[in-house]
Nanobody, 121 residues
Framework: QVHLVESGGGLVQPGGSLRLSCAAS????????MAWYRQAVGKERELVAR????????YADSVKGRFTITRDGAKSTTWYLQMNSLKVEDTAVYFC??????????????WGQGTQITVSS
């Protein structure tokens, strides 16, 4: 059984920073991709950032230059989303999403439980 556990959410003032963590546990052969999505009240879930095992990253235009997705070591099962210069419009529930292999060559998708980020003065 694979689990993704997020941490690091909370309340922050505009212009502040937070770092989210997503720790994958279980019998994992490899993590191919890790992404962060967010969903604000009344809006659809949207992709914020994605990192790939080879190092390539992609970001939504709205967070480019402010958010950074990283992995805690080349083989680590923990990924981070560093969020700087936070804006009120970044307020949402943030979910991590992993594309990983439990069995070599078979990739499945897993979701974390979500963590609330509120940006407010």
């Amino acid at each position: 059984q694979v689990h993704l556990v997020e941490s690091g959410g909370g309340l922050v003032q505009p212009g502040g920073s937070l770092r989210l963590s997503c720790a994958a546990s279980g019998s994992i052969f490899s993590i191919n991709t890790m992404a962060w999505y967010r969903q604000a009240v009344g809006k659809e879930r949207e992709l914020v950032a994605r990192g790939r095992s080879g190092g390539r990253t992609t970001y939504a235009d709205s967070v480019k230059g402010r958010f950074t997705i990283t992995r805690d070591g080349a083989k680590s099962t923990t990924w981070y989303l560093q969020m700087n210069s936070l804006k009120v419009e970044d307020t949402a529930v943030y979910f991590c999403n992993a594309g990983l292999e439990v069995v070599r060559g078979v990739e499945n998708e897993y979701w974390g439980q979500g963590t609330q980020i509120t940006v407010s003065s």
